[in-house]
């Protein structure tokens, strides 16, 4: 099956009306299978946001490819905009309106029956304020209908950018579960969000941006193995001994970093050999784990936006990756 | 069509729709009243007053003439002051019963100034609708919502467009009803309907036709701007700013450039010949006083010259933002 989503090679440049400009992506790729919950991750100011509007047509790309179910945009939009559901960095409505209006014009604009409001108003958890206006509504409860604008048409494919900005913890569960459910039914959503244990529990897949290229992207079983350490937690009985085992880890081929309490051992495959080894010179082991990476390390790692101590990082101070090779057609 | 249905219940939902309409209506409305209250009806009687009074001016002023304006007069023209013609005294008829009448609403004399007034109220309001109708999209972000729903940019932006012009010359033609009605009432109890023929009434329905342009134009022009600009405010300052150049820096400058007919350059004489057929300016340059009278040279504006001007600036301000539209970010 076709990804739903394809981008190849997105160049956008901003361009101010009496000049300046800035670029926001440079040569970014993407590629979102069917059915996935797909995390968008990047740092502050990366391109993200830049990317979903020019994928809406909303702003215009510089260069590069794009394809939402297999017809290549800004082209042929139009025939696929029905079948993209769509929340660009917290949306604005008209402060005036009440929520059922506002859904209820948008339904009309796009052909959706009006029944469908009450069920998405339902769905976010509105359906008692949805007479209310829009201006009175807080934070959360204008993302919350900003996600029922975008269910609205029942898409194929739902673009959430931060859709959980602002919401409150039960929200985000909620939001956490609407997804799943709606992958489930086979939806396929794009996800971006700074909340990465989120993004870990419910995406099946990421990409990660960084000053407007991809650095990296696959599941988030790859990611994460594939920049995992590899390396081992070695605790040991007696930590006196600790001087002893660092020795003797180093002396088969180990890269060891030492700590008070305990050692930590990459560059072994086998965890095994190091029980072993150590058994060898009476060095008895009292735990040995593979240190997992998680997302949050993995993504400070691959983007260079790890806190220093002492330092205030800057927006744009991130990593930018090498162009991407050619894509084969 | 979905879009268009959506617009139109947009604009009937915005308050702004509803404040200018009822706003313009409360205008016509006091207009209205205060064109009853000031008209009368004139009966037998009160013609009969009106002869006696006048009758009664005239004796008044022939006798203060005979007791002693005649003859300073007389001593004016003996001491070569004036010539001898000026003695004539007082004279009847500039003492008509017309002129001691109550004023009196004459349909056929006085409703064409009123359609004017009609199609001045509802422009405005007009006006007001079309710049808050797409600037209030714009700055809230419900256009960029909308056009993620539909990114035929042209599309959308002309069918608000048109929905608009539709809405507006609805509502106005209704309002205008409803002042043709106040109007007819006011002449038949406050005045007269005398005169009115089948060829009277078709001249009233082509210079409500070009209220109802005048109408169309103020929105489109509120419309275009507030969209180039993608804000209401930006539409008013332009307007504001339009009104302060053309009413005063232009005047200036157009004196200083000795102009031949500086009239042609505003709006105001433009719009009157479009309501009133046409404008006469004359040439105050070509005279040569030193010759003595003269009669200067003119210039007629027609309502066609007129309005082609209109049309094709308003033309060009929607093609400007049908093509901003389509390029420009939305971000
Ligand atoms: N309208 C605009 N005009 C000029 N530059 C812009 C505009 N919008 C975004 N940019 C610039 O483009 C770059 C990418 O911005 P973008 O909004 O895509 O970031 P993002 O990844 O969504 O960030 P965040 O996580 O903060 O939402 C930034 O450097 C930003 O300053
Ligand atoms: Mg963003």
Known sequence: MAPVLEIHGLHKTYRGLFGGSRTALDGFDMVVEAGEVHGFLGPNGSGKTTTLRTLLGLIKANGGEMRILGQSVPHHLPGVIGEVGAIVESPQFFGNFSARDTLSLLADAGDVPQTRVDEVLELVGLRDRAKDKVKAYSLGMKQRLAVASALLKQPRLLILDEPANGLDPGGIREMRDLMRGLAAGGMTVVLSSHILNEVEQICDAVTIISRGRRVTAGSVAEVLAAHSTGQVLVRLESPAELAMADAALTEMGGRVTAYPDHLLVAGIAQPADITRKLAARDLFVSELSPVVADLESVFLQLTGTAPVEGQHRQVDQSVVATPSEEVPA | ?331
Not at chain 2, 73 to 80: L, R, T, W, Y
Not at chain 2, 209 to 222: I, K, T, Y
Not at chain 2, 270 to 289: I, P, R
Request: hydrophobic share 50%; with cysteine.
């Open chain 2, 1 to 331: 069509m979905s879009l268009v249905r959506a617009e139109r219940r947009r604009l009937h939902k915005r308050r702004v729709t509803v404040v200018m309409l009822a706003i313009g209506v409360i205008l016509l409305g006091l207009i209205a009243g205060g064109t009853w209250f000031s008209n009368h009806k004139v009966s037998d009687a009160t013609r009969a007053a009106a002869v006696a009074q006048a009758e009664q001016e005239y004796q008044r002023a022939l006798d203060d003439w005979n007791s002693n304006g005649k003859k300073r007069c007389e001593d004016d023209v003996k001491a070569g002051q004036i010539p001898a013609e000026a003695c004539q005294g007082p004279k009847p008829d500039y003492f008509l019963a017309d002129y001691y009448m109550p004023s009196t609403f004459v349909f056929k004399a006085g409703f064409r100034d009123m359609l004017t007034v009609w199609a001045m109220i509802m422009a405005f309001v007009a006006l007001v609708i079309g710049a808050s109708s797409i600037g209030a999209e714009w700055s809230s972000g419900s256009m960029m919502n909308l056009l993620t729903w539909q990114p035929r940019r042209v599309r959308v932006l002309g069918t608000k467009l048109g929905v608009l012009l539709a809405v507006t010359a609805f509502w106005s033609l209704v309002v205008g009803a409803l002042w043709t009605a106040a109007m007819w009432a006011t002449a038949v109890f406050r005045g007269t309907t005398a005169g009115m023929t089948s060829g009277t009434w078709q001249s009233f329905a082509l210079t409500g036709l070009r209220g109802l342009g005048v109408v169309a134009a103020a929105a489109v022009f509120g419309f275009v701007l507030a969209s180039l600009g993608r804000r209401t405010a930006v539409a008013m300052g332009v307007l504001i700013a339009l009104i302060v150049v053309t009413q005063f820096g232009l005047t200036i400058l157009l004196f200083m450039a000795k102009v031949r007919y500086p009239e042609m350059f505003f709006v105001g004489n433009h719009l009157q010949a479009w309501m009133n057929g046409s404008v006469t300016m004359y040439d105050q340059t070509s005279c040569d006083f030193s010759a003595g009278m003269c009669q200067p040279q003119q210039l007629v504006l027609t309502w066609q010259r007129a309005g082609t001007i209109f049309g094709a600036g308003l033309l060009a301000l929607v093609g400007l933002s049908m093509w901003q539209i389509r390029a420009r970010d939305v971000a």
